[in-house]
């Protein structure tokens, strides 16, 4: 299929934007012919530029609309392209999540289905009336992210892969208890860096070989920072990451608010709404951080490993939305047998 993916940026290298390019290399090696749309594009950024190195067309001008089978896009500043272009096209809207009402497509855009991305944004896409909603999830590259080793019976390292947080909580707490704390992409949002690219922190050559600069600023190989960590704070993707590599996950956080360690009877909860912390929403002193910290287990490394390759596998979440492009086939397929018979009949006159 000739595909569209449309986005608002791909500036940094965080979920929205690296979601966007996950989706685009993969369909793209399932075979589909895929365009993709960047309405604020700098061209300059990291992804743009591995994107293109990839023999992925990236614009900011949209294509012609005989040349899209079918759209996928996101984010609230493409909405009002939809209302008027590609209506005779399935179109699906990625929802992200409910934290961000705003960023989830309105319910009547034509011939749309909505596509969540957590078991919370489809609950709550049902709640608003949102009938056509599908679950499809998302995923990392298990291969990528891959236990390095087993965990060590106590924690040594510490990774802060999560740019929001009060680190030095994490610091005081993790020095109480003898673990190193590193820190992973946690100034990519201070005052006075540049956020239009990373070009310089993050460099993309020709020929698609990437240079971290300053993993602290921002990263593309964060597995390599990954590695040698016993524990990741992090929060969304990042523990979702942090699972796929056999790490201790400590869900952490707005300023000081997280949900805490990720143990086998926590799982499933804290997966419900994408580790995000607004499961049970914890104010973490350093005090409560500590104790905390003590539920760490050698067996979580292990235990994390298989609950995202159950639930977080890229390879599955690329079928799932391969699913839903195979379920509108015969749409774009009526369409280009429309188009063949009017030009028939025209050849015909």
């Not at 272009?85 to 319910?107: D, N, Q, T």
């Not at 914890?282 to 490394?301: H, K, P």
Request: proline residues 5%; contains cysteine.
């Amino acid at each position: 299929m000739r595909l569209l993916l449309g986005t608002t940026f791909l500036n940094c290298l965080t979920g929205s934007e690296l979601l966007f390019h996950d989706l685009a290399v993969g369909l793209q090696g399932r075979g589909h012919e895929v365009t993709t749309w960047v309405k604020e594009l700098n061209r300059t950024a990291p992804l743009p530029r591995l994107l293109h190195a990839r023999g992925l067309p990236v614009s900011a001008e949209l294509p012609e609309e005989g040349q899209i089978d079918a759209v996928i896009f996101q984010l609230k500043e493409t909405f009002p392209f939809w209302r008027e272009r590609f209506l005779g096209v399935p179109r699906f809207a990625i929802c992200h999540g409910p934290k961000l009402p705003a960023e989830i497509a309105p319910p009547d855009l034509p011939n749309t289905t909505h596509l969540a991305l957590t078991r919370e944004g489809l609950a709550y896409l049902r709640r608003h009336g949102y009938s056509d909603a599908v679950y499809i999830g998302y995923g990392v590259d298990l291969r990528r992210f891959a236990p390095p080793a087993e965990l060590p019976d106590r924690p040594r390292r510490a990774v802060v892969h999560s740019k929001y947080c009060d680190g030095d909580v994490v610091s005081q707490a993790c020095e109480r208890l003898g673990i190193e704390v590193n820190e992973l992409g946690v100034q990519s949002w201070q005052p006075g860096l540049s956020v239009d690219h990373y070009s310089d922190i993050v460099e993309v050559r020709t020929d698609g070989t990437v240079i971290d600069h300053d993993p602290h600023t921002a990263a593309w190989h964060v597995e390599d920072i990954l590695a040698p960590a016993d524990i990741v704070f992090g929060m969304g993707r990042s523990a979702v990451e942090a699972l796929a590599m056999g790490k201790a996950c400590f869900v952490y956080g707005y300023g000081r608010v997280g949900d805490g360690m990720v143990t086998a009877d926590r799982l499933d909860t804290f997966a419900k709404v994408n580790f995000s912390g607004r499961a049970w929403g914890r104010t973490f002193d350093v005090n409560a951080m500590v104790e905390e910290l003590r539920l760490y287990s050698v067996n979580q490394g292990r235990r994390n490993r298989r609950y995202a390759v159950q639930h977080y596998d890229l390879v599955a979440f690329l079928d799932r939305v391969d699913e839903q492009l195979r379920g509108c086939r015969p749409l774009w397929r009526r369409r280009l047998r429309a188009g063949f018979s009017a030009s028939k009949r025209v050849s015909d006159n």
